[in-house]
């Protein structure tokens, strides 16, 4: 019993110490160009499919409606910048050095058919990525409803024809004006695919900006592109050009005077209930829990209000999560952000919906016809 138990011992030691030596001595194949032993790279599929399905169990809410089309056009926009290239879309092929990772991002077109990853597995993967094989994690664990949206995409991609990707992910196709400066240009091509040259917005979950304050924008895509305001989709699309450029995008877009959001403002039937909870909100406050009167800042357009932006008019579903962002205390923005998250950090979700809902209605900020708080940029320069 002794010998056998020492025996036992030995072989453990002996087996560690072999393992150490065999990779010290520099022997094991690290090179990607070899690709995995088919053994291997089951192996590690097989860890990731358990590692996931567990985690989403335990860590993933329920999914909101997948089968909002509003979700769409921002998800896919951020697909073509931030997946395609390793995964493929419609039409079009898979960039040549993902083709060389080891393993190789499976062309999901064709792939997820033959996967049964549930909604909250999709979710999973795609917020936290997978270790030792190059998927990487979304660019901010504090918005698990952008990974909704990338979610409700994956699942209609199969069967997405290349016209119908191309129109969600860049746009409708519109020719966005060229100025002396290029950079500047394809900038704007790039927010134009989400936003419209026009700050219009393509869909609900993404906000009206044409018309919005300029120091506001200019001061939220620094924001965006230091990670000190989160949001994967954004946070992406401000770091992929320069500071100069971003202040240049922020003076074009506060001097835009978009025609109509492309969205109605106001989604759903009024309430007239909730309107009312909602007026009285903003005119007023809830005085018994410290919540102040949103007009108090929001309606007053003088320099000192520079940093507070116009919502009245802005989407009620985007105003809704951003309340809620500011309540949890996970969204930054200019240096005036922690203001308004004190002023709502006693808000209760019923009250969120009401004062979206009411701003909503109100008439849109940057309508045609209204004064430009600032004058046409001089993108040349
Ligand atoms: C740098 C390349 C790369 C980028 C960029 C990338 N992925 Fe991946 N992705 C991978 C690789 C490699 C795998 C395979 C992981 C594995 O099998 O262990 C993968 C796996 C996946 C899977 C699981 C597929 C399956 O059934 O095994 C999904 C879903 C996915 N990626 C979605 C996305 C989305 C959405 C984005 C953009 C937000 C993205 N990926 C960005 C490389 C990438
Ligand atoms: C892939 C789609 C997409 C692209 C490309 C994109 N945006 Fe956005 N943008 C969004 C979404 C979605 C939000 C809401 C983010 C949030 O919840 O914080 C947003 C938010 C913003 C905001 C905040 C508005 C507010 O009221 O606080 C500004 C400003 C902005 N974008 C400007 C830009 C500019 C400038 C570019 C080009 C450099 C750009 N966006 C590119 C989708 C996009
Ligand atoms: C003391 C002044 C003040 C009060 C009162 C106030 N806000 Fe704000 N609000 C701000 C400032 C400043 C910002 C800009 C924060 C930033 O830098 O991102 C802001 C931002 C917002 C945003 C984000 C808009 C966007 O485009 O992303 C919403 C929505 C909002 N406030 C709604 C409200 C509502 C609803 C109330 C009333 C319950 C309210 N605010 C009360 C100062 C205030």
Redesign the pocket.
Known sequence: MILTLRRAVLAVVVLAAGGLLFAWSGLFNVAASTGHWPVTAWFLHWVMQNSVGTYAMLTVESPPDLDDPALL??AA??Y??GCAYCHAAPGEPQGDVANAMTPPPPRLVDWLPHTDWSDKELHRIVEHGVKYSGMPAWPSLL?PD?VWGMVAFLRRLPEMDPATYRTLAYGEGETPPTSANPDFDA??A??A???GVDGAGRST?????GG?KQP??AA??RA?AEGH???G??QL??T??TAPV?DL??AH?AAARPAAASAPAGEGAPDPEMLAQGEAIATRGVPNRGVPACLACHGVDRPEAAHV?HIEG?HAA?LD??LH?FREEE?G?SPYWKVMAVAVHEIEDDEIAAVAAWFARQPRFGAPGTAAAEPAPEAGG
Do not use: F, N, W
Request: aromatic share 8%.
């Open positions: 056009p921002a926009g951020h073509a910048t918005r952008e900038a704007l790039d927010c695919r989400c936003h979950v993404i906000p009206v900006i919005q506001y924008l939220t895509l965006y305001r989160a949001s989709i954004m699309a401000a992929k050009t971003l995008l922020a877009y932006p802005q985007y999560r951003q962002l969204r923005g």
